[in-house]
């Protein structure tokens, strides 16, 4: 598998590892964009900061992404003014709006490739679903538009169109934020306790923690591993196509998302819960030859997210009972956008500033939710998988990827090498195949 667009084109600078023992105000655990936004803003109010990563930073999730930034995020809306309520929902979409205004601002000063494009969702089978949004986001203020047609060769029954959104390239973006900020590479945390965080030669005393590595992987706290799953889907990257003009993504599960980036069409999509069976890149090939026969294929590559009961991240105090322990999760594949919510609602936090945005995403809502029966149902269904390959997490059965190459859990989304090289956490360590 090739190396993203993204990575393939940016040179990051490169960190040391943790080694000793250090003190700092605040550590912040992951070195993706939540975390190096977290820094980055508490550095620049005065706060002292350190930021760890357990390989090298931006090469998880961020340097995976399609990269669009945008208030739109599928069809949500309509069923959050359902479920909690026409305020609550108001709050989530300023955040989120807020969240882009603040990229605006900080791209003026950085040479990130960020461009201004409309946002569409479109639906190939439901044109009442995408009134229904519509309607529910004038309810809410937001200028958006029914659309007949869309600029990519599919026959749909409607879109939604949110004006004057945005794209990027994240990772020049990041090269330039990281500057200044106090990074540790290679340096893999493999337990927390109050104010107190171990890597394998190093041990960090901080006032305030915050978790940012995409999955928690502290269990004792908070029941992530209840709360979430995780999800695969995958990216092509086409030269020879034309501009589609904008940034594109089915309503269906199954459905495709598009953009461009220079003079590469992206087409995401393939996706399936982690562990499971899914189209991957196959499947947009097919596509790919059906649609755009004369495209040639650039890059290829694969992302994972975390999946929320309810739809709205997990963005605050880790649980109730750990008052300097914070979180950031179950973005629900729309990374970029939310980690600037992440990082602005964290800050605030961590210096005792009150944000109205903390009840929205506070991950200490109800967790009474559909998902959650899913959830456990899966769980069980793979702790009774008789197979001696089991995820060093919390022992779930692992099944092989046949595409990737890997050892997969389907509970919670863990990732091994053949070999059982950990990839991708909550495992905290590698798992033993033999």
């Given at each position: 598998?090739?190396?993203?667009?993204?990575?393939?084109?940016?040179k990051?600078?490169k960190?040391?590892?943790?080694?000793?023992?250090?003190?700092?105000?605040?550590?912040v655990?992951?070195?993706?964009?939540?975390?190096?936004?977290?820094?980055?803003?508490?550095?620049q109010?005065?706060?002292?900061?350190?930021l760890?990563?357990?390989?090298?930073?931006?090469?998880?999730?961020?340097?995976?992404t399609?990269?669009?930034?945008?208030?739109?995020?599928?069809?949500?809306?309509?069923?959050?003014?359902q479920?909690?309520?026409?305020?609550?929902?108001?709050?989530?979409?300023?955040?989120?709006?807020?969240?882009?205004?603040?990229?605006?601002?900080?791209?003026?000063?950085?040479?990130?490739?960020?461009?201004?494009?409309?946002?569409?969702?479109y639906?190939?089978?439901?044109?009442?679903?995408?009134?229904?949004?519509v309607?529910?986001?004038?309810?809410?203020?937001?200028?958006?538009?029914?659309?007949?047609?869309?600029?990519?060769?599919?026959?749909?029954?409607g879109?939604?169109?949110?004006?004057?959104?945005?794209?990027?390239?994240?990772?020049?973006?990041?090269?330039?934020?990281?500057?200044?900020?106090?990074?540790?590479?290679?340096?893999?945390?493999?337990?927390?306790?109050?104010?107190?965080?171990?890597?394998?030669?190093?041990?960090?005393?901080?006032?305030?923690?915050?978790?940012?590595?995409?999955?928690?992987?502290?269990?004792?706290?908070?029941?992530?591993?209840?709360?979430?799953?995780?999800?695969?889907?995958?990216?092509?990257?086409l030269?020879?196509?034309?501009?589609?003009?904008?940034?594109?993504?089915?309503e269906?599960?199954?459905?495709?998302?598009?953009?461009?980036?220079?003079?590469?069409?992206?087409?995401?999509?393939?996706?399936?819960?982690?562990?499971?069976?899914?189209?991957?890149?196959?499947?947009?090939?097919?596509?790919?030859?059906?649609?755009f026969?004369?495209?040639?294929?650039?890059?290829?590559?694969?992302?994972?997210?975390?999946?929320?009961?309810?739809?709205?991240?997990?963005?605050?105090?880790?649980s109730?009972?750990?008052?300097?322990?914070?979180?950031?999760?179950?973005?629900?594949?729309?990374?970029?956008?939310?980690?600037?919510?992440?990082?602005?609602?964290?800050?605030?936090?961590v210096?005792?500033?009150?944000?109205e945005?903390?009840?929205?995403?506070?991950?200490?809502?109800?967790?009474?939710?559909?998902?959650?029966?899913?959830?456990?149902?899966?769980?069980?269904?793979?702790?009774?998988?008789?197979?001696?390959?089991?995820?060093?997490?919390l022992?779930?059965?692992?099944?092989?990827?046949?595409?990737?190459?890997?050892?997969?859990?389907?509970?919670?989304?863990?990732?091994?090498e053949?070999?059982?090289?950990?990839?991708?956490n909550?495992?905290?360590?590698?798992?033993?195949?033999?």
């Open positions: 598998m090739s190396k993203s667009v993204w990575i393939d084109g940016t990051l600078p960190y040391q590892k943790l080694q000793g023992k250090v003190k700092t105000e605040v550590l655990i992951g070195g993706g964009i939540t975390g190096i936004l977290c820094s980055y803003f508490l550095n109010s005065g706060v002292n900061t350190i760890v990563e357990a390989d090298r930073i931006c090469h998880g999730v961020t340097g995976n399609t990269a669009k930034l945008t208030s739109q995020h599928g069809l949500v809306y309509e069923k959050m003014i479920s909690v309520g026409k305020e609550m929902a108001g709050r989530y979409l300023e955040a989120n709006e807020q969240a882009l205004e603040r990229y605006r601002e900080l791209a003026k000063n950085i040479n990130c490739d960020f461009e201004r494009k409309d946002s569409f969702i639906s190939c089978s439901n044109r009442s679903k995408i009134e229904k949004e309607e529910a986001l004038t309810q809410l203020g937001i200028a958006a538009e029914f659309c007949e047609h869309i600029s990519i060769p599919l026959s749909i029954r879109a939604v169109k949110f004006p004057n959104q945005a794209q990027f390239n994240p990772l020049m973006f990041l090269s330039e934020i990281v500057k200044g900020l106090e990074i540790y590479e290679h340096t893999f945390i493999k337990d927390i306790a109050p104010h107190k965080a171990w890597s394998n030669e190093g041990e960090i005393t901080a006032n305030k923690i915050i978790v940012a590595t995409h999955f928690p992987f502290l269990n004792k706290y908070g029941s992530y591993f209840l709360k979430l799953y995780q999800d695969r889907s995958y990216v092509i990257a030269n020879n196509v034309e501009d589609v003009h904008g940034m594109y993504m089915d269906e599960k199954t459905g495709k998302s598009f953009r461009n980036y220079k003079d590469l069409l992206l087409i995401g999509g393939g996706s399936h819960r982690t562990g499971k069976a899914g189209g991957n890149w196959e499947e947009l090939r097919e596509f790919a030859k059906q649609y026969p004369e495209a040639k294929e650039k890059y290829a590559w694969a992302t994972q997210d975390c999946m929320s009961l309810d739809q709205i991240p997990y963005i605050g105090r880790y109730k009972r750990t008052p300097d322990l914070y979180v950031a999760s179950g973005y629900n594949k729309w990374g970029m956008t939310t980690s600037m919510v992440a990082a602005m609602l964290l800050c605030d936090l210096m005792e500033k009150k944000n945005w903390e009840e929205v995403f506070s991950p200490s809502r109800s967790i009474l939710k559909p998902q959650l029966f899913i959830n456990g149902v899966e769980a069980t269904k793979n702790l009774l998988t008789p197979t001696m390959r089991r995820c060093p997490h022992g779930c059965a692992l099944k092989w990827n046949s595409t990737e190459q890997t050892w997969d859990c389907p509970c919670h989304g863990s990732r091994f053949k070999d059982g090289k950990i990839i991708n909550p495992a905290t360590g590698d798992a033993k195949l033999k």
